[in-house]
């Protein structure tokens, strides 16, 4: 299979390297990179789905490697006889590649698969329960021992969807722990390790009252859940998208999203300590009447500054900094130059947090796209299709918040770690540069 790529990249900078580029993947249409990270070489690994199959289904979960310029390494689609999809990513010590996402072979079931440095795949895991079960998250504890991973678990058919988590050894054996949520639909969506826990966030529900912004604290060792915070907004729906850890300390960064009125969303960003006690919240949006924001992922640097990712105007990729005590830096946003969408999905950052990278889709080429740019806000401007730019307008401010008790139930779950069919094949790639 061949994929064809786009490189458009900016002036070089010291070294010869660009200071930004935005490279374009696409093998047939409607593909997408869900998942990124950078290795301790510097190369950036993403991870999604292509539509050129390796078996008689449609997408095939797929993993791209490329180096800090923008030239690719190497890249794998692997899958069943269905549709198969990666959610994220993250590597460990030694550049080894996990990843997570599912599966949909005879029932939809968790994906979790181990790659070495150089594309191999190492092992292929399923968690297969009877009804439908999904991962969204990864992350990876400091031993490299455990894969640590978030999701949805469908128990039956008399259940909506319950909140799931649990862990899977680095060497895809023994048994994974799990915590489920019984009462109402609920989803995990993000996930972290901070020295002492696992913390994970996505939607939680009380009695029958709404969905809230929900935060867990979790055990590294059974991911038993030791503490829960709600936060209660309005009746409207809403959610915890993504949660980073901030400083040598327990502490963590939750993004998620508020009504912000006419039926539209804003941002909402929180420190909260292991206590699960909010240090701070924000508000942030940059909306007109006709546009919500949408939140995707945070990270945060060495010097405890904050990188969120959203949707912004539109269909933007939107980037937001702020410092650890919750002050605004500043606000940029990455859209096609006729208003061609983008639209981002996850982020991280390089060893130095001078450049961070962001993974999702674009509909200029239309194609899957990696997004780098530096971390200090600059290099906006016009580069080829694209343009980058400072946010026109926006509105930054304190969120008052109050909080819900927890009445959910938690319980083991029913889910079999298997081993699935997987076909696995290299994706022939080439590469045309377009000057900006």
Request: net charge negative; with cysteine; charged share 15%.
């Amino acid at each position: 299979m061949t994929v064809s790529s786009k490189l458009i990249q900016a002036a070089a900078g010291a070294g010869g390297e660009p200071d930004l580029f935005i490279l374009s993947l696409e093998a047939t249409s409607g593909e997408s990179l869900n998942g990124i990270d950078v290795d301790t070489n510097g190369d950036i690994v993403a991870c999604g789905f292509f539509n050129d199959p390796v078996g008689a289904g449609g997408y095939d979960a797929g993993l791209v490697k490329v180096n800090s310029i923008g030239e690719v390494l190497w890249s794998k689609v692997s899958g069943t006889s269905n549709s198969d999809y990666l959610q994220d990513c993250v590597t460990d010590s030694n550049d080894n590649i996990y990843v997570v996402g599912y599966y949909t072979d005879s029932n939809t079931g968790c994906l979790i698969q181990k790659y070495a440095p150089d594309g191999t795949i190492t092992w292929t895991r399923g968690l297969d329960g009877t009804y439908a079960d999904r991962l969204y998250a990864c992350d990876i504890s400091a031993d490299d021992s455990k894969i640590y991973f978030c999701g949805y678990h469908d128990a039956s058919t008399s259940f909506p969807n319950s909140y799931y988590a649990g862990y899977l050894g680095s060497s895809g054996s023994g048994t994974a722990d799990y915590r489920l949520q019984w009462s109402y639909s609920a989803t995990g969506q993000g996930i972290c390790v901070t020295p002492n826990y696992v913390y994970t966030v996505g939607t939680g529900y009380v009695g029958t009252t709404g969905s809230w912004p929900q935060i867990a604290r979790h055990s590294q060792t059974n991911m038993s859940i030791s503490s829960r915070r709600l936060t209660s907004t309005t009746s409207q729906v809403t959610s915890a998208n993504a949660v980073a850890p901030i400083g040598s300390s327990n502490d963590v960064i939750l993004l998620g999203r508020y009504p912000g009125g006419a039926g539209k969303y804003g941002l909402l960003i929180q420190r909260i300590t292991s206590g699960l006690a909010i240090t701070w919240s924000r508000r942030f949006y940059s909306f007109t009447t006709t546009y919500s924001m949408q939140a995707k992922d945070v990270v945060t640097d060495s010097d405890d500054n904050i990188y969120i990712l959203a949707t912004g105007t539109g269909t933007t990729c939107c980037i937001v900094k702020y410092d650890a005590d919750g002050n605004y830096q500043w606000a940029n946003e990455l859209d096609g130059v006729s208003g061609q969408n983008v639209s981002p999905n996850k982020i991280s950052l390089d060893q130095s947090g001078d450049y961070f990278y962001v993974a999702g889709t674009e509909s200029i080429t239309p194609a899957a796209m990696i997004f780098k740019a530096p971390t200090d806000g600059s290099k906006t401007g016009t580069y080829g299709s694209f343009v980058y730019r400072a946010v026109p307008t926006a509105v930054d401010g304190t969120y008052n918040t109050s909080t819900q008790a927890d009445d959910a139930l938690y319980l083991s779950a029913t889910l079999t770690l298997k081993a699935p069919s997987f076909t696995t094949t290299d994706i022939s790639m080439t590469t045309s540069l377009e000057e900006g």
